[in-house]
């Protein structure tokens, strides 16, 4: 049998205690996720992230992302520089696979996300 998932108002969902960020270039910048959902082979989760004011490097050169801003905005560049993005609530964000950049959060942000792991 195939479970249906649903999920309720995600812009107040409790998301547990915030921890540093680890790849932050901000001294005291931190975030807090909550895995929804994954797929039985782990190759996709769903869930919701939030993080504070702040800039950080991001990979994805193993999975590609779909972000949907609930709240927050940022400013999101590939390493190569040329195609920054200012992002806010109702944007959608992708993060082809190989991207590699930074994000620059400048007023806490959260987002659900959708992450697709090469198998």
Same mark, same amino acid.
């Given at each position: 049998?195939?479970?249906?998932?649903?999920? !309720?108002?995600?812009? &107040?969902?409790?998301?547990?205690g915030?921890? /540093? *960020? /680890?790849? +932050?270039?901000t001294?005291g910048?931190?975030e807090?996720? *909550?895995?929804?959902?994954? +797929?039985?082979?782990?190759?996709i %989760?769903?869930?919701?992230?939030?993080?504070t /004011?702040?800039r950080?490097?991001?990979?994805r050169?193993?999975?590609?992302?779909?972000?949907? $801003?609930?709240?927050?905005s940022?400013? $999101?560049? !590939? *390493?190569?520089? !040329?195609?920054?993005r %200012?992002?806010?609530?109702?944007?959608?964000l $992708?993060? /082809?696979?190989?991207?590699?950049? &930074?994000?620059?959060?400048? &007023?806490?942000?959260? *987002?659900?996300?959708?992450?697709?792991?090469?198998?």
């Open positions: 049998m195939i479970d249906l998932k649903s999920f !309720g108002d995600l812009s &107040e969902l409790d998301l547990g915030f921890a /540093p *960020k /680890p790849t +932050s270039f001294d910048q931190v807090a996720a *909550k895995e929804l959902w994954a +797929s039985t082979d782990g190759l %989760r769903i869930g919701v992230w939030e993080c /004011p702040g950080f490097s991001a990979d050169t193993k999975s590609s992302e779909i972000c949907h $801003v609930l709240r927050g940022a400013t $999101v560049e !590939g *390493k190569q520089g !040329g195609d920054a %200012r992002i806010g609530p109702g944007d959608l $992708v993060l /082809p696979l190989g991207w590699e950049g &930074e994000w620059t959060i400048h &007023e806490q942000l959260r *987002k659900t996300y959708v992450i697709a792991r090469q198998g």
